[in-house]
């Protein structure tokens, strides 16, 4: 790895402008002014990004050539797999690998769609709620057209709506407890390209966290299985990415048990973690992941107008240029070790596309391991202090990290209609760090999804 102190040049949309038509467009770019309003671009539009960077990767790819039309690039076998019947080394007490080559793609739902309520699957899945105890709070779904489409939900305290508020609950994990530590996550894949990340990662003895799509995981199940082997924390992210809180009772159950259904019959263990996709969560989407033993993890928010997202997911469509990136990670870099900022942190990044791969193996985690005082980089559940058997109800220690289920007293509800049965609980807004906005839906699934009707939803 080099030293390298790096300033770039790029022209791109004006600051906040890419959150326009957006569900959840509360964050505001990194590089956005101080007091600047997410959604509401500045009279003048920035060109220049400047970031210094402690290293690089000797063979990343040149920050010109990460673009939204650069070439794709050759794909690379995984450096390793795994025989059926493996027994996994990383999660003491887990059950041999199963044999993924037997799944069948055909018992799942069609690939990046909300998956269909009426499934047999779906409908045990919708008992099963009913029967957990939880009360599912009477929040009636959002609308398309983002935040200003949905003011009264979102002036709504109640709700506990993190996209347009920052609210969290208590359940909600956000931050690591220990100050330099970094909660590793990379969300949407696996994809064609998460080997090269895989590669880089076992080079440089991280682990981190996947929160896998159920529609990539039928996709490509050899390399989640090879995530999971080699010691990453295996999460969900629904099957097919939808915005949740736009979504019924049922069909938000639905997108949670397909996702946690594909994982478990591909690793054997099932996660007892989930991110909400584009961060979209309130308290009713909180209450049915309690129900299916799933604890919310979104990433550090210092505000209700920042967080910690580098914007990589955006390099992909264009919204956002390599030296944009950059300079977010450096907001956040700096922020995370001010003396102001007493805990660790969640970090966003992507493996959907090569060129959020190619930023985080180029360049972002080769400065981070430059950087004094070194960060400390490992899976979410690690840096919550606990291990990585914690990460699936197969293997969770009941007596010291009790389900969400079990973890607190429930009352009765129903999660059948699209609301519930109960009032919502209120939530706290939350303080962490500093910088930029909720990414986009690509177009991959953007196509896929808008071609359904009859179903309130929005692409992020």
């Not at 990194?30 to 400047?50: I, K, M, Y």
């Not at 739902?109 to 009913?130: F, G, H, M, R, Y």
């Not at 970090?347 to 972002?364: K, M, R």
């Not at 990290?401 to 973890?407: D, M, T, V």
Request: glycine share 8%; with cysteine.
């Amino acid at each position: 790895m080099k030293t390298a102190v790096l300033s770039s040049l790029a022209t791109v949309a004006a600051v906040g402008a890419h959150n326009v038509g957006r569900q959840a467009s509360s964050s505001a770019p990194a590089s956005a002014p101080a007091g600047t309003s997410a959604g509401t671009a500045p009279a003048s539009v920035q060109t220049s990004f400047s970031f210094t960077l402690a290293s690089t990767n000797p063979t990343a790819i040149p920050l010109a050539s990460i673009v939204s039309n650069a070439a794709s690039q050759a794909t690379h076998a995984l450096s390793s797999t795994f025989a059926p019947g493996t027994t996994p080394t990383a999660v003491s007490g887990a059950p041999a690998l199963p044999n993924a080559a037997l799944l069948a793609p055909s018992a799942y739902p069609a690939l990046d769609v909300i998956v269909p309520t009426d499934s047999a699957e779906v409908k045990q899945w919708i008992l099963d709620v009913n029967n957990s105890g939880v009360a599912i709070p009477s929040i009636a779904p959002t609308v398309a057209g983002g935040c200003p489409a949905n003011a009264a939900a979102a002036a709504d305290q109640t709700r506990c709506w993190w996209t347009c508020t920052g609210c969290v609950a208590d359940t909600d994990i956000t931050t690591c407890p220990d100050k330099m530590t970094w909660g590793g996550s990379f969300d949407d894949g696996p994809s064609l390209y998460t080997p090269d990340l895989l590669a880089f990662l076992d080079q440089n003895n991280i682990k981190t966290t996947f929160f896998a799509v159920g529609s990539r995981v039928i996709s490509f199940p050899a390399i989640l299985q090879t995530e999971y082997m080699e010691g990453h924390q295996i999460a969900v992210h629904t099957w097919s990415h939808p915005s949740l809180t736009t979504l019924t009772n049922e069909q938000i159950i639905g997108e949670l048990g397909w996702s946690k259904k594909v994982i478990k019959d591909v690793l054997g263990v099932t996660p007892t973690h989930f991110r909400p996709p584009f961060g979209d969560i309130d308290n009713r989407v909180r209450a049915i992941a309690k129900a299916m033993d799933l604890t919310p993890v979104i990433w550090t928010r210092i505000s209700p107008l920042a967080t910690f997202d580098t914007d990589d997911f955006d390099l992909h469509s264009g919204l956002t240029s390599a030296s944009h990136v950059l300079q977010n990670w450096d907001f956040i870099a700096s922020n995370a070790t001010s003396p102001d900022f007493k805990t660790g942190f969640i970090l966003l990044e992507h493996d959907l596309f090569q060129q959020s791969v190619d930023i985080a193996t180029g360049y972002i985690y080769p400065d981070a391991l430059a950087r004094q005082p070194p960060f400390k980089i490992e899976p979410i559940i690690s840096c919550l202090n606990q291990p990585l058997g914690n990460a699936y109800i197969e293997t969770n220690d009941n007596s010291s990290n009790p389900l969400p289920i079990s973890a607190t007293t429930v009352v009765t509800g129903s999660a059948t209609g699209s609301t519930g049965s109960s009032t919502g609980g209120s939530g706290n807004g939350n303080s962490a760090v500093s910088t930029i906005g909720l990414p986009g839906l690509g177009p991959v699934l953007a196509l896929a999804l808008a071609l359904l009707s009859g179903t309130s939803f929005l692409l992020l």
